[in-house]
Nanobody, 125 residues
Framework: QVKLVESGGGLVQAGGSLRLSCAAS????????MSWFRQAPGKEREFVAA????????YYANSVKGRFTVSRDNAKNTVYLQMNSLKPEDTAVYYC??????????????????WGQGTQVTVSS
C-alpha cells in the first residue's frame, strides 16, 4: 500500500519560512517524480514544484520561483519543500504527489498516481 504523508505545515507571518516534508512508503521512491501542488479555498489545485526521480532536475511555478526550493532524499524516501519569503497568497493546503511521468506532464495534477492527504499552510499579513 502506497502512502504519502506530508508534515510541516502551520501558521506563519508574511516573510517567514516553512519547510514541508513528504514521507513515502510502499513504492520504489527513486523511480518516481515527486511534486508539490497546492489548493486554496474555492480554487483549483495548482502546480508548485517538481523534482525528477534522480533529484538532478527541479521545476517551479512562476509564482514561487526564487522563493521555494524542492529537494529529495532517496535514501529516506522523503521529498521536501523549503518555502521562504512567504506571502498571504501562498495560503493553501499543500499536497505531495508521486508519479512515473514525462517532463512535459509535471504540472498536470491528473497524471500523478499517488497523493498525500495534504498539510495546511496559512500565511498571515
Amino acid at each position: 500500500q502506497v502512502k504519502l504523508v506530508e508534515s510541516g505545515g502551520g501558521l506563519v507571518q508574511a516573510g517567514g519560512s516553512l519547510r514541508l516534508s513528504c514521507a513515502a512508503s510502499g513504492l520504489t521512491f527513486s523511480r518516481h517524480v515527486m511534486s508539490w501542488f497546492r489548493q486554496a479555498p474555492g480554487k483549483e489545485r495548482e502546480f508548485v514544484a517538481a523534482i525528477s526521480s534522480s533529484g538532478v532536475s527541479t521545476y517551479y511555478a512562476n509564482s514561487v520561483k526564487g522563493r521555494f526550493t524542492v529537494s529529495r532524499d532517496n535514501a529516506k524516501n522523503t521529498v521536501y519543500l523549503q518555502m521562504n519569503s512567504l506571502k498571504p497568497e501562498d495560503t493553501a493546503v499543500y499536497y505531495c504527489a508521486a508519479g512515473i511521468i514525462p517532463r512535459t506532464s509535471y504540472a498536470s495534477a491528473y497524471v500523478y498516481d499517488y497523493w498525500g492527504q495534504g498539510t495546511q499552510v496559512t500565511v498571515s499579513s
